[in-house]
């Protein structure tokens, strides 16, 4: 019997890791891709800890892309890039949106911090 990777690990979601640390801990593949230029780079998620912390949520984030492609005096691609999760090699690749949802797990795990489980 040959099973789709999606239901041998399904696909990621902020329940499963809201932060970088938990994405760490799943292994999970991150990438940021840029609508306008094209570009899809690999997330480095043990850098990004290095400069953020464990704790850091990148759902819902949109930052400005980095990539140059122009010679004028901000030479940076003007659009915002969109990061993308996989929890397997072969898995579905899930936008990483926000929403009031991303919140919600966000409170949830802070209250589980403090009162414990």
Not at 27 to 48: E, F, G, Q, S
Not at 72 to 82: H, I
Not at 88 to 104: L, N, P, Q, T, Y
């Amino acid at each position: 019997m040959n099973k789709s990777a999606d239901v041998l690990c399904r696909p990621p979601t902020p329940s499963d890791a809201l932060t970088v640390g938990e994405m760490i801990e799943r292994n999970w593949t991150i990438t940021a891709y840029c609508p306008r230029c094209r570009v899809r780079l690999h997330v480095d998620l043990r850098a990004l800890v290095q400069s953020v912390g464990p704790d850091y949520v990148l759902w819902g984030r949109t930052p400005r892309c980095r990539v140059w492609v122009q010679w004028d005096l901000d030479r940076r691609c003007p659009a915002r890039v969109s990061f993308h999760a996989q929890s397997s090699i072969k898995g579905s690749a899930v936008e990483m949106k926000g929403g009031r949802w991303i919140d919600e797990v966000a409170q949830l795990r802070s209250q589980e911090r403090t009162f414990g489980r």
